[in-house]
């Protein structure tokens, strides 16, 4: 089970995360977020971990040359579409990253409201690694804490591997995983004291429960 923890904000929780293990830290590079960090300030963390950490950059509805700019400048290996970028979006950028560095992982946010949006995820099997199911909020495009309606997910399979976010916490993720079996989980405001603080015994506490779900 791959396990991201997004809206990380302070270096020594940064640091402490990857010890317990997750394999992605997530950034927010979204100005009217809680949880946006600048590119400079995401740097000081990113050379300060492991090399073998996914470091997500997460934007929403960006330029192509904001993104690639703050992957350089922020020392990201990875980059999460959270707004309606389209396939072609993502394709064109997998091009323009190439330039930059090899082998940028690139994922597409869904915020699904309904089956017909599950549907999309068709399109970007093809485009992107990974497809990342999150909630629908019509105020806020991300961090919600609201959960998806896991039922509708019981068969969902696109062509690349797909993670599961939206309210997940040490409570239900059990539940989730064994509910929709997803490649990955992804994780913000279920595990934070407040906005970009993260509360590391339930950091600790969540991966010990994904982990322990995943191999049953
Ligand atoms: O977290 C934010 O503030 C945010 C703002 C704008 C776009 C995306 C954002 N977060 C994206 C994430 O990857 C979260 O981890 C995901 O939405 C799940 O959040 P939560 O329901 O709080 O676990």
């Excluded at 560095?101 to 994922?107: A, E, G």
């Excluded at 409201?113 to 549907?119: D, S």
């Excluded at 999309?120 to 485009?127: P, S």
Aim: contains cysteine; glycine residues 8%.
């Amino acid at each position: 089970m791959y396990i991201k923890i997004c809206g990380i904000t302070k270096l020594e929780q940064a640091q402490s995360i990857a010890q317990i293990g997750a394999n992605a830290l997530g950034f927010i590079c979204v100005s009217s977020s809680p949880r946006y960090i600048e590119a400079m300030a995401i740097a000081k963390i990113t050379s300060s971990l492991d090399a073998n950490l996914d470091l997500v950059g997460v934007f929403l509805d960006a330029s192509m040359a904001e993104i690639c700019q703050t992957v350089e400048q922020a020392g990201l290996n990875a980059v999460q579409l959270h707004g309606n970028e389209s396939p072609e979006f993502c394709q064109q950028l997998r091009s323009q990253l190439a330039h930059i560095k090899p082998q940028v992982k690139l994922i597409k946010a869904l915020r699904v409201k309904n089956q017909a949006g599950l549907a999309v995820a068709q399109l970007f099997g093809d485009v992107v690694d990974v497809v990342l199911l999150d909630a629908y909020d019509p105020h806020m495009a991300g961090g919600t804490g609201k959960t998806l309606d896991w039922q509708m997910l019981r068969e969902f399979q696109p062509s690349c591997d797909w993670w599961l976010a939206g309210g997940l916490s040490p409570d239900n993720v059990a539940e989730a995983i064994a509910m929709v079996c997803p490649s990955g989980v992804d994780v913000s405001s279920g595990v934070e004291r407040s906005a970009g603080d993260k509360d590391l015994s339930k950091v600790e506490q969540f991966m010990k429960i994904a982990l322990q779900e995943s191999s049953n």
